[in-house]
C-alpha cells in the first residue's frame, strides 16, 4: 500500500478496532507470469508472487472475509479493481468462503455509491 492507502486503513482500524478477527496484507491473486519464475532450481526460489495481484487487504471476521481496495478519493476504476480481485480471489485462493468487494476512500465521490451497490460493493468513507 502507498502512505495515503495507509494513512487511511490507519484511521478505519482506529475508528473500527473490532472490524476483523485477522488480516493479510498485499494478498497475492491471479496466475502470474507465463514465463519460469524460479530464480534458484538449487533452493526452490521463486519469484512468481512478485507478478500477481495484490489485495490491499483480506478481512477476516468470523466466516466473512472483505477484499479490501484502500483508494484516496476512490473512483470508477478502483470499482473494476475490486471486482477483478473478488474473481481472482473466488476461483483461486482456495478458501471455501467467497469473498466480498469492499473500497476503503477518504471521499465519497459522485456517482459512487450507485455505482458500487450495483456492482456488488460495499464503499466505506473515512474521515
Known amino acids: 500500500m502507498k502512505p495515503a ?4 486503513w490507519n484511521r478505519f482500524i482506529e475508528q473500527n478496532p ?9 494478498y497475492a491473486v491471479g496466475k502470474g507470469p507465463d514465463f519460469d519464475t524460479v530464480v534458484n532450481p538449487e533452493t526452490g526460489g521463486d519469484d512468481r508472487e512478485l507478478y500477481q495481484y495484490k489485495i490491499d487487504v483480506v478481512g477476516v471476521k468470523g466466516q ?3 477484499l479490501i481496495e484502500i483508494k484516496p478519493r476512490a473512483g470508477l476504476s478502483c470499482c473494476g479493481q475490486i471486482c477483478g480481485y473478488r474473481c481472482l480471489w473466488n476461483r483461486d485462493a482456495g478458501f471455501e468462503e467467497e469473498g466480498q468487494a469492499v473500497i ?9 455509491p450507485d455505482v458500487c451497490e450495483d456492482m456488488g460493493i460495499r464503499i466505506i468513507v473515512v474521515k
Not at 5 to 8: F, K, P, R, S, T
Not at 18 to 26: F, G, I, L, P, Q
Not at 104 to 112: C, E, K, S, Y
Open 104 to 112: 476503503i476512500t477518504d471521499v465519497l465521490r459522485p456517482d459512487m
Open 5 to 8: 492507502d495507509v494513512e487511511i
Open 64 to 66: 466473512t472475509i472483505d
Open 18 to 26: 473490532k472490524a476483523y478477527d485477522y488480516v493479510y496484507y498485499d
